[in-house]
């Protein structure tokens, strides 16, 4: 079965910092690969998908995400943090055939004023 | 406005006491799926539904319960709930069924079992 995995359970930055969430699959073949940010007693919203039309990604809120087929990775990063930007982040990713979705155990972004 | 609606969003019941967590979307999609949320496990697919009458088990389905007798809705059922069930659950939906769709969640449902 497909693995998700977010190093690291908590990332601190300061505001303006660059953001930078780790995030490592498992499979061969590479899979669809998402992003989702929960704020607080709220459901997930789509920050990015990768569809295979370019390695880098943009998404809302000024994120982006690099595909790396090598390093079966698919960080994401923004270049200036932002107070708003605090809250859990997961990674997910679908095998390409497959019918489930796997998430990783998510990052907690906490911003520095 | 686009949704996934789930009721009750709160729920705090007693073990064996068999309970029902709602889900319904309004975006005519066919995929449909439950999950639960743990802290340090992340999100974790209960069961999921390609369609109407079409379910499958996802990663943790031992103690739940689904059915899809409509396209819009997709139950989740705990007959005889117990304290491991104690977590915030999520509904979600997307069209088309497999492929890079991603899916619409719902707000969660935090469920407590005594």
Known sequence: AQSVTQLGSHVSVSEGALVLLRCNYSSSVPPYLFWYVQYPNQGLQLLLKYTSAATLVKGINGFEAEFKKSETSFHLTKPSAHMSDAAEYFCAVKDRGGNQFYFGTGTSLTVIP | ?114
């Open chain 2, 1 to 114: 406005e686009a949704q996934v609606t789930q009721n009750p969003r709160y729920l705090i019941t007693v073990t064996g006491k068999k309970l029902t967590v709602t889900c319904s979307q309004n975006m005519n999609h066919e995929y449909m799926s439950w999950y639960r949320q743990d802290p340090g496990l992340g999100l974790r697919q209960i069961y999921y539904s390609m369609n109407v009458e079409v379910t499958d088990k996802g990663d943790v389905p031992e103690g739940y319960k689904v059915s899809r007798k409509e396209k819009r809705n997709f139950p989740l059922i705990l007959e005889s709930p117990s304290p491991n069930q104690t977590s915030l659950y999520f509904c979600a939906s997307s069209p088309r069924g497999p492929g890079n769709q991603p899916q619409h969640f719902g707000d969660g449902t935090r469920l407590s079992i005594l």
